[in-house]
Nanobody, 123 residues
Framework: VQLQAYGGGLVQAGGSLRLSCAAS????????MGWFRQAPGKEREFVAA??????YYADSVKGRFTISRENAKNSVYLEMNSLKPEDTAVYYC???????????????????WGQGTLVTVSS
């Protein structure tokens, strides 16, 4: 599976942004999908995931971010609202076919990673 994330950019605090991730392959619907992010000088962290119709969020983004997928377009999205300067990071799209819910917040559990897209939130 190859992943291509896009949609990052510069936005003011309180604004919104929508990230998209396009995946290759014919069995996209069988994959769990997710998003991680890495801010400068910080470790990569879990943001959100969608698996078997269930969604999972980091506490820091719950209520502000929404993950969704469109299997017909082999795409997953991250709708980000009420953005804060601390949301500034490179956002990575991830995919895995066999991941279980108990480990999807761990970056090492995901097999496939996209190249990342930069989101910058100005104060």
């Amino acid at each position: 599976v190859q992943l291509q994330a896009y949609g990052g950019g510069l936005v003011q605090a309180g604004g919104s942004l929508r990230l998209s991730c396009a995946a290759s392959g014919q069995t996209f619907s069988r994959y769990a999908m997710g998003w991680f992010r890495q801010a400068p000088g910080k470790e990569r962290e879990f943001v959100a995931a969608i698996r078997l119709g269930n969604t999972y969020y980091a506490d820091s983004v719950k209520g502000r971010f929404t993950i969704s997928r469109e299997n017909a377009k082999n795409s997953v999205y991250l709708e980000m609202n009420s953005l804060k300067p601390e949301d500034t990071a490179v956002y990575y799209c991830v995919a895995d076919r066999t991941i279980i819910a108990g480990v999807l917040r761990q970056s090492e559990s995901w097999d496939y990673w996209g190249q990342g897209t930069l989101v910058t939130v100005s104060s």
